[in-house]
């Protein structure tokens, strides 16, 4: 049973879907936000990772990216593909869960119960603007900080740790982490033991969205233009080949 590597004492009783060798939480996202706030009431820390049909495809050929995946407390599928073939498999995933989606219904709810944010990611300024469109959207959210890391600050340890330091002076209760996969994994993977009761997820490139969000919404289109793509470029029998 996969436990967060932060908190080996915390169960799940959801059940669970394999494919691509991943085992995936079957829940929707409400649940996922349901999960994470409980946890953090409960002091309890974690990190998500939300896997497309790529991603899926990676994991496959590489066993170390599959062993990194595998050890995030939860799993669930950004993209349709997934969900599909979930179905035909007859061990139904309920929904397609994005990180870019959480991003939001995350922050919602922190707003909500009181919980802070913290935005990891983006260039110099990305994240400040995205923290700023969040807090408008959802008023009362607390931004505990934001960071935009160097290039090259993966391969450097002072880098690293300056990122922990900035992390544990924030104190945040959820940390979004967006610098694509694997290196937002293998990030994560070496902070979450320092934040036991933090919640981190790995969101790709989903740190800009909330600016842009807002300018489509000017334009009419809003937040929904977001969760258009089925999380694969090719066709629905190519995604179904690699799970």
């Known amino acids: 049973m ?23 939480d079957r829940l929707a996202e409400t649940q996922v936000v349901r999960h994470v706030m409980e946890a953090g009431r409960l002091g309890i820390g974690g ?7 790529d991603i899926c495809r990676l994991s496959r050929r590489d066993a170390a990216l599959r062993s990194l995946v595998a ?16 179905r035909l498999r007859g061990d139904p995933l309920p929904e397609r869960v994005a990180g870019g989606s ?32 969040l807090r408008r959207q959802y008023p009362g959210l607390a931004v505990a900080g934001t960071d935009s890391p160097p290039v ?14 900035r992390i544990a002076a924030a104190a945040p209760d959820i940390v979004y982490v967006g610098l694509g996969c694997p290196k937002q994994e293998h990030l994560i993977s070496r902070l979450a033991p320092s934040f036991p009761a933090t919640w981190f997820l790995g969101c790709g490139a989903a740190i800009p969205m909330p600016p842009k969000r807002c300018q489509g919404r000017r334009g009419g289109c809003g937040r929904q233009a977001w969760h258009g793509c089925s999380g694969c470029s090719g066709s629905r029998g190519d995604c179904f080949a690699a799970i």
Request: with cysteine.
């Open 2 to 24: 996969r436990q967060p590597t932060s908190s080996p004492g915390w169960s799940r009783t959801c059940r669970r879907t394999r494919l691509a060798g991943l085992d995936f």
């Open 47 to 53: 990190w998500i990772v939300t896997p497309n049909i």
């Open 71 to 86: 050890s995030a407390s939860l799993i669930v599928p950004d993209g349709m593909p997934l969900v599909w073939a979930s």
């Open 102 to 133: 959480l991003i939001f219904s995350l922050s919602e709810a922190a707003a909500r119960h009181g919980r802070t944010i913290y935005l990891l990611g983006g260039k110099p300024g990305v994240p400040e603007q995205a923290g700023e469109e």
């Open 152 to 165: 090259g600050f993966d391969s450097d340890p002072d880098a690293l740790e300056a990122i922990r330091a």
